[in-house]
Nanobody
Framework: QVQLVESGGGLVQAGGSLRLSCAASGGTFSSYAMGWFRQAPGKEREFVATIRWMLTSYADSVKGRFTISRDNGKSTVYLQMNSLKPEDTAVYYC??????????????????WGQGTQVTVSS
């Protein structure tokens, strides 16, 4: 399994931006499908965005505001979050799967997870 470490979370005002990073090690990063999920207190973990090769897919709630990208040379995936809203407040998790044949949008699709990074958006 690949090891994942997220960074970049923090406190931001509504309308602001943050960029999350997820550094991977121990696997062939370029062939992995990568995903971002989030979990707010008392709620289930939900899909945010995914990237396989250079193709991307987003949850409707973040489409047009968030951008997922990857740098295979740095074995890192990013989540650029713009126009943040209080309802975006959650712990954000990075995830990886060696499968790469379809969209992977549920937690059970992924084999490796990071420790999570807190994002708090104040109103």
């Amino acid at each position: 399994q690949v090891q994942l470490v997220e960074s970049g979370g923090g406190l931001v005002q509504a309308g602001g931006s943050l960029r999350l990073s997820c550094a991977a090690s121990g696997g062939t990063f370029s062939s992995y499908a990568m995903g971002w999920f989030r979990q707010a207190p008392g709620k289930e973990r939900e899909f945010v965005a995914t990237i396989r090769w250079m193709l991307t897919s987003y949850a409707d709630s973040v489409k047009g505001r968030f951008t997922i990208s990857r740098d295979n040379g740095k074995s890192t995936v990013y989540l650029q979050m713009n126009s943040l809203k209080p309802e975006d407040t959650a712990v954000y998790y990075c995830a990886a799967t060696p499968r790469n044949t379809r969209w992977y949008t549920t937690p059970r699709d992924y084999d490796s997870w990071g420790q999570g990074t807190q994002v708090t958006v104040s109103s």
